[in-house]
T-cell receptor
Framework: DVKVTQSSRYLVKRTGEKVFLECVQDMDHENMFWYRQDPGLGLRLIYFSYDVKMKEKGDIPEGYSVSREKKERFSLILESASTNQTSMYLC????????????FGPGTRLLVL | TQLLEQSPQFLSIQEGENLTVYCNSSSVFSSLQWYRQEPGEGPVLLVTVVTGGEVKKLKRLTFQFGDARKDSSLHITAAQPGDTGLYLCAKVSGTYKYIFGTGTRLKVLA
């Protein structure tokens, strides 16, 4: 079974703090994604990475950065958290050549006060 | 960002009832996926449909892709409490790019 894990289920941070969200997958997938999920807006892509040290901006990259130093790990960084970044953050991975099957982590619910 | 419109947004029904959820777009899909997301978990892929008019069945769930490939429906027969969750449709938009629907939150009461 593919497993995608996220470092925290819940996080509470203060405005201006630097926040790290970690994601690890154990199936040697080349492609990894960070989404945020908000009610009525579905999932929106923040960044994705198709290889180590490679990244592409998604639809809403502003206020976020990412790091992929190892194939299994993809980190999302909020340089200076703001209240409008309060959301559910979902990580996903997919194997090269498999357009269909994205595997999602359980999500991190972030509250920025 | 283009979104897929899903309806209804919320649905609360009694166990044993049937229901249909819809996913609509103004543009043609190359393929469409349906996911279910249970509380506290990430979405899990249920099915992918690729051909206009295609019908796929997964136990009590029936997925249909519209002939014009601009819409899709998910029908659940004899809903059970275990069907409770958020149902999301998503279209594949380019390599590894997905556009997700607004979601339908289903609650099935015992």
């Amino acid at each position: 079974d593919v497993k995608v894990t996220q470092s925290s289920r819940y996080l509470v941070k203060r405005t201006g703090e630097k926040v790290f969200l970690e994601c690890v997958q154990d199936m040697d997938h080349e492609n990894m994604f960070w989404y945020r999920q908000d009610p009525g807006l579905g999932l929106r892509l923040i960044y994705f990475s198709y290889d180590v040290k490679m990244k592409e901006k998604g639809d809403i990259p502003e206020g976020y950065s990412v790091s992929r130093e190892k194939k299994e790990r993809f980190s999302l960084i909020l340089e200076s958290a703001s209240t409008n970044q309060t959301s559910m953050y979902l990580c996903a991975s997919i194997r090269d050549g498999d357009q269909e099957t994205q595997y999602f982590g359980p999500g991190t619910r972030l509250l920025v006060l | 960002t283009q979104l897929l419109e899903q309806s209804p947004q919320f649905l609360s029904i009694q166990e044993g009832e049937n229901l249909t959820v819809y996913c609509n777009s103004s543009s043609v899909f190359s393929s469409l996926q349906w996911y279910r997301q249970e509380p506290g978990e990430g979405p899990v892929l249920l099915v992918t449909v690729v051909t206009g008019g295609e019908v796929k069945k997964l136990k009590r769930l029936t997925f249909q892709f519209g002939d014009a490939r601009k819409d899709s429906s998910l029908h659940i027969t004899a809903a059970q409490p275990g069907d409770t969750g958020l149902y999301l449709c998503a279209k594949v938009s380019g390599t590894y790019k997905y556009i997700f629907g607004t979601g339908t939150r289903l609650k099935v009461l015992a």
